[in-house]
């Protein structure tokens, strides 16, 4: 089996602050996913990527950007936080599409004072 | 705009005791269906997921799920259930199998009664 660590597991950061979450995946996944969890929202797309090098946005992705760096890792920042952006980003990875099975990780949660 | 809707935000029953939690989506197609569950401080996993075919799926520990074109439902079922099963569950659909947009409900949070 695989895995999916997301670094750090608690972000606290200042208002205006650029703040960047990572995650890695070690199924070899081609397609990788970041959502935002909201209490009582659901879980919204902000960014996902195909394959390497490849960046397509969500729903959700004005005020952040990402970065595939390799096939194993794909980045977001949070160009400049605010407060209520604090919430629960968890990172997904899938073999093709999105309707494979995504497999997540547990999470990072922002915290913006 | 397709929207999926969880009109339960919070469901309890009691250990032992059947369970239904409600998904209902809004697209005119027939999309790719799914729940996921989140045990506390974990990410989500699958429970299962319908393509095509039998109407009702089963999933992980007991779970199974109908899809009901007609009513544009796809409910979760369980006949009998353990303290364990306490979690937020997630209904999900995608609409398109390399679109990447995976659509996801506000979560049903299921606690159970000893």
């Known amino acids: 089996g695989g895995i999916i660590t997301q670094t750090p597991k608690f972000l606290i950061g200042q208002e205006g602050q650029k703040l960047t979450l990572k995650c890695q995946q070690n199924?070899?996944?081609?397609?990788m996913y970041w959502y935002r969890q909201d209490s009582g929202k659901g879980l919204r797309l902000i960014y996902y990527s195909i394959t390497e090098n490849d960046l397509q946005k969500g729903d959700l992705s004005e005020g952040y950007d990402a970065s595939r760096e390799k096939k194993s890792s794909f980045s977001l920042t949070v160009t400049s936080a605010q407060k209520n952006e604090m919430a629960v980003f968890l990172c997904?990875?899938?073999?093709?599409?999105?309707?494979?099975?995504?497999?997540f990780g547990s999470g990072t949660r922002l915290t913006v004072l | 705009a397709q929207s999926v809707t969880q009109p339960d935000a919070r469901v309890t029953v009691s250990e032992g005791a059947s369970l239904q939690l409600r998904c209902k989506y809004s697209?005119?197609?027939?999309?790719?269906l799914f729940w996921y569950v989140q045990y506390p401080r974990q990410g989500l996993q699958l429970l299962l997921k319908y393509y095509s075919g039998d109407p009702v799926v089963q999933g992980v520990n007991g779970f199974e799920a109908e899809f009901i074109k007609s009513n544009s439902s796809f409910h979760l079922r369980k006949a009998s259930v353990h303290w364990s099963d306490s979690a937020v569950y997630f209904c999900?659909?995608?609409?398109?199998?390399?679109?990447?947009?995976?659509?996801f409900g506000q979560g049903t949070k299921l606690s159970i009664k000893p």
């Open positions: 999900a659909v995608s609409l398109n199998y390399n679109q990447g947009k995976l659509i």
């Open positions: 199924f070899n996944h081609d397609t």
């Open positions: 997904a990875s899938s073999i093709l599409g999105s309707a494979e099975t995504l497999y």
């Open positions: 697209y005119s197609g027939t999309p790719y």
